[in-house]
């Protein structure tokens, strides 16, 4: 759902800012969220889902990767930008169309704050803004600068040192109810050579369910062939790089080790990240070679419907508190009540429960 709102002060600054080349900020000093955050699970060794050849097949065999980021494109920057603030960076009122499950402002975003796609965009209308001082992550999506404020779909505050998740059944400014900018392959992981975190990903069709540590649906069928919000896709250990260039590699090794995670629906396999003059079109180009059926579904949560833990095997005691610190909120949020239970085997034989709320709106 997108709406054409009158953009008025800020507007000159936000048009100039699509015109120019963009350099995102470097993040390397600053944590996005803790080391045993769910972006940050390797989940090399995780089990392959029983159902992943048709998930891979609802999402497209044969359709290539595509990375929905890099330079210039359309005359804005490609990708979704972000900014980095401090403490002296004034806050201003926010209006969201969706208040009720939207953390309410006001939110230190400038007016000139980089817009997805330019202040021309029809599209998501992504703002991004990390507050250094507070290591607090602002996000707003459909988001329209107006005289003193924005005018916005929906919003979601994250405290970047936490680990707690959003109300469940609540969007964000993504459809997953998941924070953005932790998904995005930015250039400063790039210069480095690791990406350490799960990347974003948009399939066209996905289920009317979510799966920890997603907490909203923006399903259109029920389907469990579908893809649910919070799903994971793993690149196959298998694939061989042979002959791709560096930039590439770097993106193909976090695939293999932190995989992607379903957060909103677009284009199939379109994985996200932010724009930068630096980047090499042609190196991320070379990523549209990997197909659909070089990933594989990864089952996530173990007999209990408990998310699955790196580097631990058995059931995690439901009432534990390190579960419920891991999880952000009580034990029964993973679930969920009136949760859409579904039983099937692993390789191994053993039960698993591949669960999903089916409630809440969808955006």
């Known amino acids: 759902m997108h709406r054409l ?17 963009y350099q995102s900020p470097d993040l390397s000093g600053i944590p996005l ?17 029983p159902n992943s050849a048709n998930l891979v097949n609802s999402v497209g065999t044969s359709t290539g990767l595509h990375p929905d980021f890099g330079t210039v494109y359309d005359g804005a920057p490609m990708g979704i930008p972000y900014i980095v603030v401090g403490s002296g960076q ?13 953390d309410p402002g006001p939110y230190p975003a400038p007016l000139d704050a980089p817009i997805e796609g330019g202040s021309a965009s ?30 916005a779909g929906s919003g979601a505050k994250f405290d970047l040192a936490s680990n707690t998740l959003r109300p469940e059944t609540w969007t964000s400014a993504d459809a997953a109810g998941l924070p953005i900018l932790p998904g995005l392959v930015r250039y400063d992981e790039i210069r480095r050579g690791v990406i350490d975190h799960a990347i974003r990903m948009t399939v066209s069709t996905s289920r009317k369910s979510y799966l920890w540590p997603a907490r909203h649906q923006a399903g259109s069928t029920s389907s469990l062939n579908a893809p649910a919000m ?11 790089t042979t002959g791709y260039p560096a930039t590439a590699k770097v993106v193909i090794a976090a695939m293999k080790k932190y995989g992607l995670i379903v957060a909103d629906n677009g284009s199939n396999w379109y994985i996200s990240g932010a ?43 439901r009432g534990s508190r390190a579960l419920r610190n891991l999880l952000g909120g009580p034990t029964h949020d993973v679930l969920g009540r009136g949760s859409s239970i579904t039983t099937g085997l692993d390789k191994g034989g053993k039960l698993y429960l591949p669960v999903g709320r089916t409630t809440g709106s969808a955006k």
């Open 275 to 317: 724009p930068d003059e630096r980047f090499s079109d042609d190196e991320l180009n070379a990523l549209k070679g990997i197909k659909g059926r070089d990933f594989e579904a990864v089952l996530t949560v173990d007999s209990l419907g408990n998310p699955l833990l790196p580097g631990k095997t058995g059931i995690v005691p």
């Open 122 to 151: 029809t599209g998501d209308r992504h703002v991004i803004v990390v507050d250094s001082s507070s290591a607090l992550l602002y996000e707003m999506w459909d988001s329209h600068p107006l005289a003193n404020s924005w005018q």
């Open 33 to 49: 969220f803790p080391a045993d955050n769910p972006w940050h699970f390797d989940i090399s060794n995780f089990p392959v889902h």
């Open 90 to 102: 004034p806050k201003l009122p926010v209006a969201f169309d969706y208040a009720d499950e939207s």
């Open 230 to 240: 919070g799903e994971r896709f793993r690149l196959k250990a298998s694939f061989d």
């Open 5 to 21: 709102r009158p953009v008025l002060l800020g507007s000159v600054l936000a048009i100039a800012c699509a015109s120019q080349a």
